[in-house]
């Protein structure tokens, strides 16, 4: 049966209440794929919450946060606790002058890392429960580097583990049509050594291998920011990428020079590109993916992150008309299968004995299961069981999560946003344009420099 890739339809009918199953639950215990044993294990054993309330606040907006409700539900159930979430658009600036107020939820729910370092170090976070960072490492692919990501310095400059990762997303996909691949007896490449031959061979059969796209209006320039950043963590350990997202590695360091280049090697040349190498930085993202399926293809594969289907053309169904594969490690260099992405991370910002069950509630299966078969949700917990996923998409974008050796978030969004959104954008678009890399990157440097 075809599958298509937008499920905001089913999302939004699924989400439409959580009394749907078992009177108030979504999906009734001992029915479906779920994880119901390690749910009930867990219920048998819970704190006896009645009376009690965990407060949480986050981001996430219509239809995501009914979505959410219908996940803590099972949390209420098992402990008699009620959960009252809160969403918010500016969300960023609320949990700071609640925090501040002493007002904070017991539960913060940040889209990214660094606003939750920035008040750890203000002493306006409590540390989680001592279980949850050997937990992540364990249970988590990448454990350790999720672990890392959530710990921060406290006010006395101690590393305190603060953030559990929960609604995760990948960036690291390579986008193709199978059919196209099949036409021309293509093979799914499985390293980056394998992806460069097929880049080559394309070439040589007179076709053209990329379709590359950096326009974004004010923000032209950050598609190409992603692929340095994969092949960053593709050429270079991890710490290496660490030191270049804080200026302790140099912008203008050699490895950071020769991660351009690499870069330049698949988009310098016209005849790997759609439109030429000259066309790159005015192609519009949005519009770069349709040559995939123009006939005959313009293109044969697109490097863009999990969101990218919003822009395909209608009616694209996934797994016939369009799939993806993971964009490859170099088999030569041994730094195993980095994973570039995001995600949210769950804070304790009023702790109490409720909040501390609550976060150990969002370990279960179930608490990503529930979320997972409703809407685009991504985690990188093993337990999770596959087939509860909404689609065969998120099936295999979890597959490369839970795969990965290595995570880590968009470097140019931990970066001072004059560079990692100011020079390092149009660095890449002046690099694109044929200028040459150790002076873009000398550039972006400066701009660095001049923030100190």
Known sequence: MKQTLFTSAAVLALSAGTAVADNHLMFAPGEGAFSWDSYNAWAESAPDLGGQTVTVGGPWLQPEDEVFRSVVAYFAEATGAEVIYTGSDSFEQQIVIDAEAGAAPNVAVFPQPGLAADMASRGLLSPLPASMAPFTAENYGAGQSWVDLGTFADADGTDQHYGFYYNVNVKSLVWYVPENFEDAGYEIPTSMEELKALTEQIVADGDTPWCIGL???AATGWPATDWVEDIMLRTQPPEVYDGWTTNEVPFNDERVVAAIEEFGWFVGDDAKVSGGAG??????FRDSPKGMFASPPQCYMHRQASFVPAFFPED?????????????SYAEKDLGNPVLGGGTLMTITDPSDATNAFMEFLQLPLAHEVFGAQSGFLTPLKTVNPETYLSDALRGQAEILVNATTFRFDGSDLMPGA???GSFWTGMVDYTGGKDAQAVADEIQASWDALK
């Open 215 to 217: 326009g974004s209006g």
């Open 279 to 284: 066309a790159v930085a005015t192609t519009d």
């Open 316 to 328: 694209i169904e996934f797994g016939e008309d369009v799939d993806f594969f993971y964009f490859p």
């Open 419 to 421: 560079v990692g959104a």
